[in-house]
């Protein structure tokens, strides 16, 4: 398991507050809350997810509550509320694709990557949860990687196998 400190402190740099005002000003007065979502995205992309020191400092920029920044980053699933892998495999586990093995798929994933979901492995490079629908329901099972999201349709546990492969490969050429 990757050793990061579950509660880090976090100080936004000039630029990333220069970044936070400017989209602030997308919005009327009065409704800054408004820019919660793409300065949310902003951390993220910087930290690579959102601790409850980071999401307190976006509330006192936006002069809102702690908990309203916490309320939204947890109804979006697209936020991560604990450090996890470079690259997160998103696996859909709604009907559909659990009729075509995305189950036996995600636990082909949890015992190729050695790491139960939500876990990062211990290199830092992988960690896997299911999600709901990502509106492929006909070439399922499917799964998506994020940060860029990449889809990967009519998997099997070969096509996941190398799909991990690849993605080592690619970490280590870059």
């Not at 992309?45 to 006192?60: F, I, N, P, Q, R």
């Not at 699933?77 to 694709?97: A, W």
């Amino acid at each position: 398991m990757l050793s990061v400190q579950e509660n880090m402190i976090v100080e936004f740099s000039a630029e990333m507050f220069d970044q936070f005002a400017e989209i602030k000003t997308r919005y009327p007065e009065g409704k800054h809350k408004s820019a919660l979502l793409p300065i949310l995205h902003l951390v993220q992309a910087e930290y690579g997810w959102l601790s409850a020191d980071a999401m307190a400092k976006v509330a006192e920029f936006l002069a809102i509550q702690p908990i309203e920044v916490f309320e939204v980053a947890t109804f979006y699933t697209m936020f991560f509320l604990q450090p996890k892998g470079k690259y997160v495999l998103e696996v859909c586990r709604t009907g559909p694709c659990c009729l075509v093995g995305a189950e036996e798929i995600m636990a082909h994933i949890e015992m190729r990557l050695g790491v139960k979901e939500g876990e990062v492995t211990p290199d830092g490079m992988f960690s896997w949860r299911g999600v709901e629908c990502i509106a492929a329901c006909g070439f399922g099972p499917v799964l998506q990687i994020g940060p860029k999201y990449t889809f990967h349709e009519g998997l099997t546990k070969e096509s996941v196998d190398q799909l991990i492969a690849d993605l080592k490969q690619k970490a280590q050429t870059n």
